[in-house]
């Protein structure tokens, strides 16, 4: 990623009348389960005396077919890269220049510059993590940085395991561990990622984005999963560990964007600043148990986080690791045909 240019003080001098310095009504906040810290919602409620509406939702494609059906009254969203462009062909969303909020300096040079947003003028960096495979260790004692574990299961695992529901993650990882790349426009490497996962299936308990504690008392022991999550029920189960696929695996980034026809706009541009707050960023780290893209939050997160496995991938492993990005419309038709298979 390209870095970031500093922005112009003339830039930041617009914030006194960008956003206001008190407020009060509703905010209503759409996100994935079990990924919003209560404490950091209370916080902002009490800041600014606004009441606020957490609805969750278990994929990307369940909220964006969900903004675009209309009527919907929310006022924030939290897609991942892969989809924000989508967003942005299709006007879901409010430019809302948050390159010229206060808390905007506060935002690693790394992460200005994205290809999903290249200078932020739609999006807010919410946290950062990859997606690989989770296992109870307990239950099977052989690798787990390989996909083959759900692709091609062990006996041990065969009918506890659980994929998540969300297209892009599932389907990338089979493609590279059918020799392909994520988003290729090879029809024989798309086929046999297809047919992959077809035969892999039957082994699967569920394609859910199944509770954590079916994971902690081992009713699923095996997963597709994101690497906070995996964390998350490591510290209530140590058996589980976090794989990094060697055949490949993602890096993403949630981000917070205002919607084009929210209702509560001055309320959803305090709640962008506030979170590039580093304090209020360590609090969402520190729940989700993910990294994220502030400078200085680190001094406010639990120590053990940045040490902690899930957040550091192995050397040996670093080369089989690709960020996540949109596939081309013709592609992304094929996945959505493949998923639709899947699923059905």
């Not at 409010?94 to 290809?115: G, H, I, T, Y």
């Not at 109870?136 to 083959?148: L, P, W």
């Not at 520190?286 to 994220?292: D, E, M, P």
Request: net charge negative; glycine share 6%; aromatic share 12%.
């Amino acid at each position: 990623m390209n870095s970031a240019s500093r922005l112009t003080l003339a830039a930041s001098l617009l914030l006194t009348t960008a956003i206001p310095a008190l407020a009060e009504g509703q905010l209503n906040i759409f996100n994935f389960g079990l990924y919003t810290p209560p404490d950091l919602i209370k916080k902002f409620e009490e800041k600014y005396d606004v009441k606020v509406t957490l609805t969750e939702y278990d994929s990307n494609e369940t909220a964006i077919a969900k903004i675009e059906a209309g009527g919907h009254g929310f006022d924030i969203i939290v897609p991942s890269a892969s989809v924000v462009p989508i967003y942005i062909e299709k006007g879901l969303l409010l430019k809302s220049e948050p390159n010229q909020m206060a808390n905007f300096k506060n935002v690693n040079p790394e992460w200005v510059d994205v290809a999903w947003d290249s200078g932020r003028h739609y999006t807010v960096p919410w946290v950062w993590g990859t997606t690989g495979v989770m296992v109870n260790t307990k239950v099977y004692k052989g690798d787990i940085n390989t996909s083959a574990v759900i692709f091609d299961p062990p006996e041990e695992l065969k009918g506890k395991i659980n994929v998540v529901p969300q297209m892009n993650d599932v389907i990338d990882m089979a493609i590279t561990y059918v020799g392909g790349e994520a988003c290729t426009t090879d029809k024989e490497i798309l086929k046999a990622a297809r047919d992959k996962l077809m035969a892999a299936k039957p082994y699967w308990a569920s394609i859910d984005y199944a509770s954590f504690e079916k994971f902690i008392k081992e009713d699923l022991n095996a997963s597709i999963f994101w690497s906070g999550a995996a964390m998350r029920i490591r510290a209530e189960n140590p058996g589980f560990a976090y794989g990094y696929p060697k055949e490949g695996f993602s890096i993403w980034q949630d981000n917070v964007a205002i919607l084009a026809d929210a209702k509560n706009v001055e309320n959803a541009k305090l709640f962008l600043d506030f979170i590039m707050d580093p304090e209020n960023a360590a609090m969402i780290s520190n729940y989700t148990r993910y990294g994220n893209a502030i400078v200085g939050s680190e001094k406010f997160m639990d120590p053990e986080l940045p040490k902690a496995p899930e957040m550091n991938i192995p050397a040996e492993f670093k080369d089989a690791a690709h960020f996540q990005v949109t596939c081309p419309p013709d592609v992304q038709q094929i996945y959505a045909r493949i998923w639709t298979d899947l699923t059905k």
